[in-house]
């Protein structure tokens, strides 16, 4: 199963992206979490992508293609993949086409509106250790400021900041959104309503998943 989260920031792709991960046992690829990690360790690819993404501008198109494609073909996603944060752009969406038999099948948009991304990146938190997604207003932790999880320590990403959010989503609109139309042409585009609770959100997902792709796979083995 070859999946791609789309939608604006704060949508919920790296939450329902986790719960997928979970429940079909695949990997969930976030560029954006593989380009943190760059910057954390300095490497040369995160030297590249730092100055973009505390604008909250893309990194460039070569870069973020190279780093997927590099995951891609690792044995992990022999069965399939989940992007969240890829492609971004229609010229990454081509380059991911060129890929072959692990071009994606399946596209879930999570919308939600404006105001509801600005008020959940306000609140977000993350853990620095192990990257657990929190949220001050609606997914607090149970020790404030510490992760549930590995109780590491949370924190605000640089670009949960209010001038970076807004320039994020004045990229998300200018740069990703076509690619709504580039999918729906391509017949593999789904839109899910992004407003409701995160179980809810999921369990809309995962009936899409089952009806569209796992159905798919099973009419082809009766
Ligand atoms: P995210 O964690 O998905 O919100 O991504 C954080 C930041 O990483 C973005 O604002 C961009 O600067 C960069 N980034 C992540 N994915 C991509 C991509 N596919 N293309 C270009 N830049 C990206």
Do not use: W
Not at 40 to 47: A, D, P
Not at 152 to 163: E, H, V
């Amino acid at each position: 199963m070859r999946i791609i989260l789309l939608g604006p920031p704060g949508c919920g792709k790296g939450t329902q992206g986790q719960l997928l991960e979970k429940q079909y046992g695949l990997p969930k690829i976030s560029t954006g979490d593989l380009l943190r990690k760059a910057v954390k360790e300095k490497s040369t690819l995160g030297k590249k992508a730092e100055a973009a993404m505390n604008r909250g501008e893309l990194v460039s198109d070569e870069v973020v293609v190279e780093m997927v494609k590099e995951r891609i073909y690792k044995e992990d996603c022999r069965l399939g993949y989940i992007l969240d944060g890829f492609p971004r752009t229609i010229f990454q969406a081509g380059r991911l086409e060129e890929t072959g038999p692990l071009c994606p099948q399946l596209v879930l948009d999570i919308e939600i509106s404006e105001q509801t991304a600005v008020e959940r990146l306000s609140a977000r938190r993350i853990c620095s250790k192990c990257g657990a997604i929190f949220n001050i207003l609606a997914k607090m932790p149970e020790k404030e400021g510490v992760c549930d999880i590995c109780e590491g320590k949370l924190i605000q990403r640089n670009d949960d900041a209010p001038d970076v959010i807004r320039k994020r989503l004045r990229v998300y609109f200018e740069y990703t959104k076509p690619l709504i139309e580039y999918y729906r042409k391509r017949k593999l585009y789904h839109s899910v309503n992004g407003e409701g609770k995160v179980k809810v959100v999921f369990a809309e997902v995962c009936s899409i998943l089952d009806k569209e792709i796992l159905g798919d796979e099973i009419n082809k083995t009766v």
